[in-house]
């Protein structure tokens, strides 16, 4: 089982003071994160796209080329690509640069987003949501498949005989799609035979199981062998149980708070954040132990191929301190048990 890290570069203000660091700090601070989870032996680092203000990265792209100057070995992945309000020619060179850049590690991960920002930012309709992720990610697979490219759809202009351009290093390019809550996005992945990330953020992780049943079933009804299976969830690790929930709290509270005003959620408080933490709740939040019970608890209901994890913290030292102690401890742990089950 492959452990990795995905974040989305947040820059939520400290409760405390009220202070947010600046974009250009944040992004630093994410050059370091990731150069340590490369040299610490984590599989994969993952970066998301947004486009609000509390958030430094909106151009994943770019992040990670920087980061592949950085790093020798760690695959980066995006956490997601917003395919639907983007151009899958030009998502294709980017990552076939980065992955040249980087030495065959790029990945794709593909979604429709969970913010809708950058929809009328780049002038597409929501009234085509699922139409166009569909169109888009059959283009983006079309791309990857050959060189030149004769494509035609409903929202986009057609191609014809076209060179797209660098090629990647790695054939094919991986491509994953990233799901939440919608059945019919795990079927339509697993029907394409693309690797699937199940996002697990809240509620029982069993609740989730059907996702992944139905991957696996719709992968194999269209001929397809099993394609591999990502969980990401997020948490946060410190040396003690009571250290790790004392510093992901404020950072689950202010972000939960905001986006919970902005959808109509109730606030969260500090008991609903306790409960998540325990043995079957959705984030992975305490001593290294405990992390990695979680992690194989989880994969015995899912016997998943990799794990990535968002370390939510207000505080960049102590997220340094926490993938240095999820590398050394709990992906060595997890991943020597989950190969003595298998």
Known sequence: MELGLYTFAELTPDPATGRAISPAVRLRNLMEEATL????????FAIGEHHRPDFAVSAPVVTLAAAAERTS?????SAVTVLSSDDPVRVFQQFSTLDLLSGGRA????GRGSFIESFPLFGYDLAHYDELFAEKLD??????????VTWSGRLRPPLEDVGIYPRPAQDPLPVWIAVGGNPASAARAGSLGLPMALAIIGGLPERFAPFAEIHQRAALESGHAAPALSINSHGFIAD??????DTSWPQ????MTKIGRERGWPPMSRDDFEATRTLR???FVGSPQEVVEKILFQHEIFGHQRFLLYLSSLDHSKTMR????YATEVARRSQAAAAASA
Do not use: H, K, P
């Open 281 to 283: 709740g959705a984030n």
């Open 252 to 255: 689950f509270d202010a972000m």
């Open 107 to 110: 990945e794709i991960r593909a």
């Open 37 to 44: 989870a490369d040299e610490a032996g984590l599989d994969v």
């Open 139 to 148: 283009l983006l697979l079309r791309l990857r498949d050959v060189e030149r």
């Open 73 to 77: 070995r760690i695959r980066l992945s």
């Open 240 to 245: 003690t149980s009571q250290a790790a929930a």
């Open 322 to 325: 926490a993938i240095e102690l």
